[in-house]
């Protein structure tokens, strides 16, 4: 990706990456001082001025190969993760995507001001065409911070999607050798893989014989949801438990046919008590029923 095309010869960037080069401590010891990596890095100064000196060497590296506008410029790739965890704490204390560009963007300054600095007239030919070179190579900075933190925010998203899908689908130990899945909700594929794999994993952990499916809670159940589920049952199977799928609704019951899906093969249970009952006398527990209330022995 390349930001608007200027006019900035491959000298001119060589000699801003040699000028980043030469006055490295010196920006990073303003920089430290930006809200961008002050905020970031509270515990220590130097840790901050490190920081901002292996930034500095990126963009040094980049000017140095001429790509002041390509941000997937071999220079990046060291600082990309180190720009993305700045950009997510920032992120992290409520500032949005345009109030982070802006504090990257406040790094131009403090360089800018060294580099007119050096020069006897600020406003010679020369300082002013290596001072468009930085303000291209910030601004492709600033495009890479943005690319980072898009992408860390959708590994984030992911990543939290991924967990509430497992909190939706806890495995339950019921008995000893029986566990359950209670689920609630719509089932996609997504979820149905869930299940599948924590499912699969409980049987292993608790060596369980017997795994419930309980879809009481489950409104509505298509023909691709039904094939996840019998494979779950297939693959318990394998694992050398049976699986018993209990709650089936009315509704459910009626689509399944519909889809002309066979259960045969498949344990099924009016309930999840039911279900229960079912594993307990698979393994020759009896599980009597309280006495009436004011019964007494005859």
Not at 83 to 98: D, I, K, V, W, Y
Not at 263 to 274: K, S, V
Request: glycine residues 8%; charged residues 20%; proline residues 4%.
């Amino acid at each position: 990706m390349k930001v608007a095309e200027y006019d900035t010869t491959p000298e001119v960037a060589r000699e801003l990456g040699a000028f980043m080069e030469r006055r490295r401590e010196q920006i990073a010891q303003r920089w430290a001082d930006t809200a961008l990596f002050r905020t970031v890095f509270t515990v220590s100064r130097d840790e901050a001025v490190e920081a901002c000196k292996a930034v500095l060497d990126a963009l040094a590296e980049v000017a140095r190969a001429g790509r002041l506008e390509d941000t997937g410029a071999p220079g990046f790739t060291a600082v990309r993760e180190q720009l993305g965890r700045m950009a997510a704490a920032r992120s992290r204390a409520g500032l949005g995507p345009s109030r982070i560009a802006g504090e990257v963007a406040g790094l131009r300054e403090p360089a800018l001001a060294l580099l007119r600095a050096e020069s006897e007239d600020a406003a010679d030919a020369h300082t002013h065409a290596c001072a468009l070179a930085l303000t291209v190579l910030m601004g492709t900075l600033r495009l890479v911070v943005m690319e980072t933190t898009v992408g860390a925010g959708e590994e984030l998203v992911a990543r939290q999607r991924q967990q509430l899908l497992e909190v939706a689908t806890p495995v339950i130990k019921l008995w000893e050798n029986i566990v359950a899945v209670p689920l609630i909700g719509t089932l996609d594929s997504a979820r149905s893989q869930v299940v599948m794999e924590s499912l699969l994993e409980a049987i292993v952990d608790q060596r369980a014989r017997y795994a419930i499916l309980d879809i009481t809670g489950v409104p509505t159940v298509d023909s691709l949801v039904a094939q996840h589920l019998m494979k779950t049952v297939a693959a318990a199977r394998l694992m050398g438990a049976e699986c018993i799928v209990s709650g089936i609704r009315p509704a459910i019951a009626q689509t399944i046919v519909h889809l002309g899906i066979d259960l045969g093969t498949i344990t099924t249970r009016a309930g999840l008590a039911d279900a229960l009952a079912y594993a307990l006398a698979r393994q020759g527990i009896v599980v009597s029923p309280p006495p009436l209330a004011g019964a007494g022995p005859r």
